[in-house]
T-cell receptor
Framework: KNEVEQSPQNLTAQEGEFITINCSYS?????LHWLQQHPGGGIVSLFM?????KKHGRLIATINIQEKHSSLHITASHPRDSAVYIC???????????WGAGTKLIIKP | SQTIHQWPATLVQPVGSPLSLECTVE??????LYWYRQAAGRGLQLLFY??????ISSEVPQNLSASRPQDRQFILSSKKLLLSDSGFYLC????????????FGQGTRLTVV
């Protein structure tokens, strides 16, 4: 079993829909990252969370430390939101990142 | 401000050729440095990390090596590439503080032919 599990693996939705991507982890963490990867490969950091909730524009990220679970929400989704969204947790004495496999999101116009 | 540079962005190399990917960090000192790899259809996986000059830890046995000749320079190398080395390589750094944010290079898409 992977230490970081994301769901769903693939998600296709219509423009304007509310999107939720989930991340569960099984290790102790010091922080959790949500990142976005576009087809060209470049990775952009969206959020880093250690507790509670963060909001940036149409993106909202929440984390429940007790349940070892985080969610990324996108409100009023747009085709330009199409990308792979990756959850990664910081764990261990060297603060390495353990990565989820990613969720491929396609927003249709 | 802190920045991280990783190059090249894309690379096509023949089997058996050498590899050198470079990552440099600006605006900080004494960072933890990391190399990750994403094989096709899989999540990113830690290859190497470094807590200081000349200090390299390997997480996964492979055909690759890493070096840190300067505090803010991290190099990923191979003497002879294999087809299975194809993938997306990502350099990252973070401060040596619990909960410090991680910063990422743009990545290198390597295709071994």
């Amino acid at each position: 079993k992977n230490e970081v599990e994301q769901s769903p693996q693939n998600l296709t939705a219509q423009e304007g829909e509310f999107i939720t991507i989930n991340c569960s982890y099984s290790v102790g963490i010091s922080a959790l990252h949500w990142l976005q990867q576009h087809p060209g490969g470049g990775i952009v950091s969206l959020f880093m969370l250690s507790s509670g909730k963060k909001k940036h524009g149409r993106l909202i990220a929440t984390i429940n430390i007790q349940e070892k679970h985080s969610s990324l929400h996108i409100t009023a989704s747009h085709p330009r939101d199409s990308a792979v969204y990756i959850c990664a947790v910081r764990s261990g004495s060297n603060y390495q990142l353990i990565w989820g496999a990613g969720t491929k999101l396609i927003i249709k116009p | 401000s802190q920045t991280i540079h990783q190059w090249p962005a894309t690379l096509v190399q023949p089997v058996g050729s050498p590899l050198s990917l470079e990552c440099t960090v600006e605006g900080t000192s004494n960072p933890n440095l990391y190399w990750y790899r994403q094989a096709a259809g899989r999540g990113l996986q830690l290859l190497f990390y470094s807590v200081g000059i000349g200090q390299i830890s390997s997480e996964v046995p492979q055909n690759l090596s890493a070096s840190r000749p300067q505090d803010r320079q991290f190099i990923l190398s191979s003497k002879k590439l294999l087809l299975s080395d194809s993938g997306f390589y990502l350099c990252a750094w973070s401060a040596r503080v619990k909960g410090a944010e991680a910063f990422f290079g743009q990545g290198t898409r390597l295709t071994v032919v």
